[in-house]
């Protein structure tokens, strides 16, 4: 079956914030800071307010709350405020100080070249560790030495005595590059106050009533949330921005409706960033290779402010997935969390799941190495049988299902590992160095877990309304489906309606993978409920016992006779019309990716030549959607790994602010994908299934890096991203 979104996006109809603005809407400039710390000692917006079209210049004294921190809660956070426009000083490039509206966006732009503005710049802190050691700029008084926490979730007490015993301890460091989400659709927003006085916000959102109530907890506002169209998210569209708060604001101000589309530069200045920070792993084994202690001590950067989620995912996630597949019994983590003269960090697709995965498996296979064992058979010494299941681990997980070793023997026939010597000698022959890697994973999905859906029946069909909303992922065809199936209508019956907070229902973003196991089975609970009442109608109309009726077919049916009604003639006046909130376990996806590269060893260049996915989604609703997240999130992983890194400078100047200096892998760097799916059903909801969006962003990485690895001299270092110089290097190294 196609999409149902397909014809529409793909024929120049999409709904886009930048296509549907209001009648007569201003445009909007954000005057931004060329420096990375500064104070601000004189700033003069005369010209700015006299110049030709301009109907208001906000400064940060304009914003009635004018601090948008909202973290998610960790234990011994330092929370410092969040301006929406810059009060007296910057902390990093980008960070908006002055916001200029005007008729046109021309007009707009001119007159913010006439704010006449003076700094006196500061010593920046740039890199995390370097943050952190005695003597580095300071950001914040509150957060002294730049410690914004020092989180310590998980401190196994028996960790140190297994390590000073072991066997065998392996030790590995590795560093997370900083990388941009880069949706298709920059971020872009429209505010204005509707004809009650109530403010509007029409913005590119991952889900309209997650982002109304975080907006609504800064302002205080009774606000609406609306959402179109979204042209990739990856969770960067997931929170609150400076630009929001400004733009309502503005709107306020002016009594105008107001819009703003980010240019791609201003979305690498202010977007979100993900993963920079360093950690250091030593793991534990017995002589046999069993595994028994992981510690890992990891530094990461938040930026310069506390996005939503950065330190949640810094911490929890990322420590939740240290376990992996793997039986290790005793586990500590430590992270510390670093203020920085740079763009705040917050989700990107796997949000903590890519990091933890690449540390693991980067850690087996140098296991493997140092004590002699074979890596595939070091994994099955040491992945969790299906007996075991459900498992409780160190790191708070509670694993329901999973066929680890049997997932990766139907990875390696997919991959034909058997063949790769032969591949590897032909390589060879024409100078090329060709290398294979795996990378086992299991991440946690479903955060978040409860969810609201609406279901409302009309003689001509159903309209199923929902609070998290998509960017791609295929929404309107599997719930329009799911929902069609459960009801017994044809799927054309069913419209899935998103993108509005006021539909007053419960729920979430569409983040964390969740959205088919938490919003899924929100369908399937409301559905029933409208099955419910219509079976008790169906009984009154057919003059039968509600025990003698049969549904079937989108009909209910006397048993034995030929006397039925549909659910649809059932629905006049809305006596079908049912919502409802369901709440949903975490569920644990997994799989194994194997990838194979050869390395050109005169330049260093990686050609990835083929790329096999393995994964355990639990239970399939659409093979076409499912291999396409895991397809996208490889391409992204991918990126990660090879090519995408965000650079600033010792001073914080940022020198990746455009794709001519940040490189996104193109069509031709990437091979044909080979996706195959070995499910375990997932046994904690309905539907049973599990998360998908996530699998490939999370498992590429290491694939990748352990392929290169491969492929070098034994012991050659190398961290992300391998590019062609990084791996020419290391080959003249080795």
Known sequence: MSRVEDLRLLTGRGNFTDDTRPEGAAAACFLRSPHAHASITALDITAARAAPGVLAVLLAGDIATND??????????????????????????????????????????????????????LPAAVEPRAALAPGAAQLWPQAPGNLACDWQGFADPQVAEILAGA?????????????????????????????????????????????????????????????????????????????????????????????WQATRSEAFASDTQAREGFAEARLALDEAGRFLALDVQSVVALGAFLSTAGAHIATSNFARCLGSLYRIPHIAARVRLAFTNTVPTGPYRGAGR??????????????????????????????????????????????????????????????????????????????????????????????????????????????????????????????????????????????????????????SAAVASRGTATAGSAVVDVAAEVLRKGQALAAQRLEAAEADLVFADGAYCVAGTDRKVTLLTLAEGGALDSQGMTRTAETYPNGCHIAEVEIDRDTGLVTLVAYTATDDCGVVLDHHLADAQVMGGAAQGIGQALFERIAYDSEGQLLSASFMDYALPRAADLPGFACHSAPSPCRTNALGVKGVGEAGATAAPAAIMNAIADALPAGAALQLPATAEAVWRALQAG
């Not at 609406?224 to 169209?229: A, E, I, Q, S, Y």
């Not at 299906?386 to 049997?406: E, K, L, Q, R």
């Not at 998509?470 to 044809?490: D, K, Y």
Request: proline content about 7%; some cysteine; aromatic content about 4%.
């Open 68 to 121: 948008i921190a909202r973290p998610m809660p960790v234990a011994g956070l330092v929370v410092p405020p969040w301006p929406a426009l810059a009060d007296g000083r910057v902390l990093h490039v980008g960070q908006p100080i002055a916001l200029v509206v005007a008729e046109t966006l021309p007009q707009a732009q001119d007159a913010a070249e006439l704010i006449a503005i003076e700094f006196t710049t």
């Open 167 to 259: 066997p065998h301890v392996v030790h590995l460091g590795l560093a997370q590059s900083r990388i941009a989400g880069a949706p298709m659709e920059p971020r872009n927003a429209t505010a204005w106050i509707d004809e009650n006085g109530r403010p509007v916000l029409r913005a590119a959102s991952q889900g309209a009533r997650f982002l109304r109530d975080a907006l609504a907890g800064i302002t205080g506002a009774d606000l609406r949330v609306l959402t179109g169209d979204v042209g990739g998210a990856f969770g960067l569209k997931t929170p609150p921005y400076p630009e929001h708060v400004a733009l309502l604001a503005a709107a306020a101000m002016t009594g105008r409706a107001v819009h």
């Open 354 to 507: 890519p990091e933890a995965n690449h540390l693991m498996e980067r850690l087996v296979e140098a296991a493997a190495r140092q004590t002699g064992h074979d890596a595939l058979a070091l994994r099955r010494l040491n992945m969790l049988a299906p007996a075991a299941m459900p498992y409780s681990s160190p790191v708070n997980t509670c694993i329901d299902s999973g066929d680890f070793v049997g997932l990766l023997d139907a990875a390696l026939r997919h991959a034909d590992v058997a063949g790769f010597p032969a591949r590897r000698a032909l390589a060879e022959s024409q100078r090329r160095a060709r290398g294979l890697g795996i990378s086992c994973f299991l991440e946690h999905s479903g955060g978040m877990p409860i969810e609201g859906a609406a279901l409302r029946l009309t003689p001509q069909g159903a309209v199923l309304r929902m609070a998290l909303h998509g960017s791609g992922q295929g929404h309107e065809t599997v719930f329009a489906r799911l929902a069609a199936e459960r009801l017994g209508l044809a799927t054309d019956d069913v419209q899935v309606v998103q993108g509005d907070s006021d539909f007053a229902l419960g729920g």
